[in-house]
Nanobody, 114 residues
Framework: QVQLVQSGGGLVQPGGSLRLSCVAS????????MYWVRQAPGKGLEWVSD????????YYVDSVKGRFTISRDNAKNTLYLQMNSLKSEDMAEYFC???????WGQGTQVTVSS
């Protein structure tokens, strides 16, 4: 079955960096667009970024452009989100998801606080 297992996240000071990882199994990762979505406390889901199958097309919500980088390693079935210059408004639970948003990772908390 499809599995998306996330790692990374944690507590970081404003201006700091974190990298999220999402290891996929149970489907052909290299043929699937992949997404990062987040949910801040008390708010709805927000699309953050997505990447095409080959990794040469990427898209970002305006609020993270220039600070976050989505990438993938198809040989390792792994999706990444490098987050730099983190702000308090980035604090949320982050989820990876595959095309169609039918399968999601378990979520990982990112806390930005001094």
């Amino acid at each position: 079955q499809v599995q998306l297992v996330q790692s990374g996240g944690g507590l970081v000071q404003p201006g700091g960096s974190l990298r999220l990882s999402c290891v996929a199994s149970g489907f052909t990762f290299s043929r699937s667009w992949m997404y990062w979505v987040r949910q801040a406390p008390g708010k709805g889901l927000e699309w953050v970024s997505d990447i095409n199958e080959g990794g040469d097309e990427t898209y970002y919500v305006d609020s993270v452009k220039g600070r976050f980088t989505i990438s993938r390693d198809n040989a390792k079935n792994t999706l990444y989100l490098q987050m730099n210059s983190l702000k308090s408004e980035d604090m949320a639970e982050y989820f990876c998801a595959k095309a169609g948003l039918t399968n999601w990772g378990q979520g990982t908390q990112v806390t930005v606080s001094s």
